[in-house]
């Protein structure tokens, strides 16, 4: 079968972003990856529906924590540039959306803090753990959309800036992985929102980050909104 000619397209991109696997990944179908042997590039090539692709596995973090909150809107009155994150769930396999999906995200503000958590900031002094900002879960709808309004992430030492997701179906955890922004716009925004301007730029780039194994298949789309920036990804999941 094909699944059988093809290795996991998890896995596939999760090796190709770390540079080792020694090849490129390329259609083998209409929704997998297969490798072309012999390449020494890492770079990510699409399959031809590329939406269809199983989005690869990314580190948990130490920050999240299950907390329930239903909600669209997670900025509790955060300062920052405005963004709208739109995430569509889709079968890897069919490309049909997948309706129910729970979305779970969280994220840094634009000091580059965690809610829910003590040791925050660089001096890891500051207590967060009553707070619960940048957090929340939403449903996918008929068309596998979920939707939140909240602001464009800030950054802390040694990490690009990020969005963490969780996607939970039929009572399981599906993936876990982390979504990225393109750097010129991440530098527009700091440069441009006084939010930020405390921290200045930040001091890892998309490419020098140690933990976006998957960058090119986990970058979301960025477009300017009327308020702000609208973020748009595909996440990919087995469904059965």
Known sequence: TQAGQCLSRRRLLYLAGLGSSGAVLAACGSDALRVVEGSTSSTVVSATTPDCVLTPEEIEGPFYTDLNLVRSD?????????????????????CAPIRDATVDIWHADAFGLYSAFTGQGDSADIDTSAESFL???????????????????????????????????????????????????????????????????????????????ALNSLRMTLSESATGNLATHTIGIEKA
Not at 144 to 168: C, D, E, M
């Open 74 to 94: 997670i900025t509790n009155g955060k300062s920052g540039s405005a963004l709208d994150l739109k995430v569509t769930v889709v079968d890897a396999t069919t």
């Open 135 to 213: 957090r929340g879960v939403q449903s996918t709808d008929a068309d596998g959309i979920a939707t939140f309004t909240t602001i464009y992430p800030g950054w802390y030492s040694g990490r690009t800036t990020h969005v963490h997701l969780k996607i939970h179906f039929a009572d399981r955890t599906h993936v876990t992985t982390q979504l990225y922004f393109p750097d010129d716009v991440t530098n527009t925004v700091y440069s441009n929102n006084d939010a930020y301007a405390e921290r200045g730029p930040k001091d890892t780039s998309n490419y020098d980050d140690g933990f976006s194994a």
